[in-house]
């Protein structure tokens, strides 16, 4: 059993920065891959970015390539994820999830996450 808690969202003007971070509790963090998604009013919730157990392969959608980037510490059983040259698009609830994913091409649908923290509001005004 794994929990998640997200933190670090927040009202910030576009152009603006803001990392996000979730801490994990639980046994076994390090084994698995942990991923960010978002969800906006009105929409499904999207695949933003993920990371392997080891931190050797990151992926990320098109969208927020070049501006976000996701990485964690083991050692502290915390994923982040930095978010640059913030948009009013990307104005939403973020989500990190944990699951045991072989592949990171996999991981882009919330199919495979088996645990999911409650979220962090992230609003972007122009």
């Known amino acids: 059993q794994v929990q998640l808690v997200e933190s670090g969202g927040g009202l910030v003007q576009a152009g603006g920065s803001l990392r996000l971070s979730c801490a994990a509790s639980g046994r076994a963090f390090s084994t698995y891959t942990m991923g960010w998604f978002r969800q906006a009013p009105g929409k499904e919730r999207e695949f933003v970015a993920a990371v392997s157990w080891s931190s050797v392969n990151t992926y990320s959608t098109d969208s927020v390539k070049g501006r976000f980037t996701i990485s964690r510490d083991n050692a502290k059983n915390t994923v982040y994820l930095q978010m640059n040259s913030l948009k009013p698009e990307d104005t939403a609830v973020y989500y990190c999830?944990?699951?045991?994913?072989?592949?990171?091409?996999?991981?882009?649908?919330?199919?495979?996450?088996?645990?999911w923290g409650q979220g962090t509001q992230v609003t972007i005004t122009s």
């Open positions: 999830a944990a699951g045991q994913v072989p592949s990171l091409t996999l991981a882009t649908t919330t199919a495979p996450y088996a645990y």
